[in-house]
């Protein structure tokens, strides 16, 4: 279960949320150990090359890249009333397996359909999180994974 803030990189904002996505792009959870420590001052940040080397090892139930969240970006980003929330109906799961790794420490979220896997924000799972002892599950709040509100 995520433990810590959904933190946003800076460089996601401008290229995320201001039109460089498109509606159709999958979007991704993948888990991270601890060789790259994410942070939103992270410059350029992508799964192909900033946390290529961070993804823990595909086995067990964990396969590279993660988990696809089922919407694409156009359903997981909706705009009402001068607010825009991004939300998924899917809470990413890896069940219990002797082969999965051991050393979670966060969770990724990308876009894994643009060249380099562009990331977008990260989540803190309270790790090292062992997933041969229990399954993972990272539940999004009920209001949303995200929401950006006019001022």
Known sequence: MATGDIIFFDEALDTAFFGGWATTDAVKLAI?????TPTAATA???LATTF??????????????????AENWG???VEAAGTL??????????????SNAT????????NSTQAGQPAFAYVELGGPVDMTA?????????TGIFTIAKA
């Open 32 to 36: 991270l150990d601890n060789t790259v």
């Open 44 to 46: 350029t940040p992508t």
């Open 52 to 69: 290529t080397t961070g993804e823990v090892t595909a086995a067990g139930t964990y396969t590279a890249g993660g988990t696809a969240l």
């Open 75 to 77: 359903a997981l980003s």
């Open 85 to 98: 929330t991004f939300d998924s109906a899917t809470n990413p799961t890896w069940a219990q397996d002797a």
């Open 103 to 110: 050393d979670a420490w966060w969770g990724l979220l990308y």
């Open 134 to 142: 229990g399954s993972l599950t990272v539940t999004w709040n009920a």
